[in-house]
T-cell receptor, first 114, second 119 residues
Framework: NAGVTQTPKFQVLKTGQSMTLQCAQD?????MSWYRQDPGMGLRLIHY???????DQGEVPNGYNVSRSTTEDFPLRLLSAAPSQTSVYFCASSYTVAGGQTQYFGPGTRLLVL | AQSVAQPEDQVNVAEGNPLTVKCTYSVSGNPYLFWYVQYPNRGLQFLLK??????LVKGSYGFEAEFNKSQTSFHLKKPSALVSDSALYFC?????????????????FGKGTKLSVKP
């Protein structure tokens, strides 16, 4: 299994541009989520999904959209990039969101917005 | 609301010495507790978790963690530190009392502790 994969690894955007961060998993996990990591802030949840066709907002959803058309894929869209969205983005997945299920993380996408 | 605190931004240890990375939590029900490690420019790797049962949990790379319900703590420990253990460590919690249909079922992460092991 490839586990959780993310593309691209690194991206530079100009303010106002849009882009999609890709995330895929091959473990048949129902639950997928997106986090952003900023220095001194830990990981903050952006959006999550408990199954295909179901998405919901996390702690910091503004400026981001998601969709979940298949179990495998969970893309994150930046509609109009802002410098405040400069961050490292991680996708994670687990069988479910319940109980002691372990979340597995992708390698991350480093985003710089100028 | 559930929360996690890692009171130390950085922990410095000499190679061969024991290490402890501290974590305290707050939940309304029983906690599910996790430790993850992040090496530079990498994603988070799962180390260990506490669900129920024995308060001492053993995980990857010789790490272990002790669950203490009365002190609401879940400190990460290793008897003998290696230089290669130098990394960023995250504690996370999920509340067993929460409704998993909503956002309350998500993991909540601490801000992370940078572990530096010197030769």
């Amino acid at each position: 299994n490839a586990g959780v994969t993310q593309t691209p690894k690194f991206q530079v955007l100009k303010t106002g541009q849009s882009m999609t961060l890709q995330c895929a998993q091959d473990m048949n996990h129902e639950y997928m989520s997106w986090y952003r990591q900023d220095p001194g802030m830990g990981l903050r949840l952006i959006h999550y999904s408990v199954g295909a066709g179901i998405t919901d907002q996390g702690e910091v959803p503004n400026g981001y959209n998601v969709s979940r058309s298949t179990t495998e894929d969970f893309p994150l869209r930046l509609l109009s990039a802002a410098p405040s969205q400069t961050s490292v983005y991680f996708c994670a997945s687990s069988y479910t969101v319940a109980g002691g299920q372990t979340q597995y993380f992708g390698p991350g996408t480093r985003l710089l917005v100028l | 609301a559930q929360s996690v605190a890692q009171p130390e931004d950085q922990v410095n240890v000499a190679e061969g010495n024991p290490l402890t990375v501290k974590c305290t939590y707050s939940v309304s029900g029983n906690p599910y507790l996790f430790w993850y490690v992040q090496y530079p420019n990498r994603g988070l790797q799962f180390l260990l978790k506490y669900i129920t049962g024995d308060n001492l949990v053993k995980g990857s790379y010789g790490f272990e963690a002790e669950f203490n319900k009365s002190q609401t703590s879940f400190h990460l420990k290793k008897p003998s530190a290696l230089v290669s253990d130098s990394a960023l460590y995250f504690c996370a919690v999920r509340d067993s009392g929460m409704n998993y249909g909503g956002s309350q079922g998500n993991l909540i992460f601490g801000k992370g502790t940078k572990l530096s092991v010197k030769p």
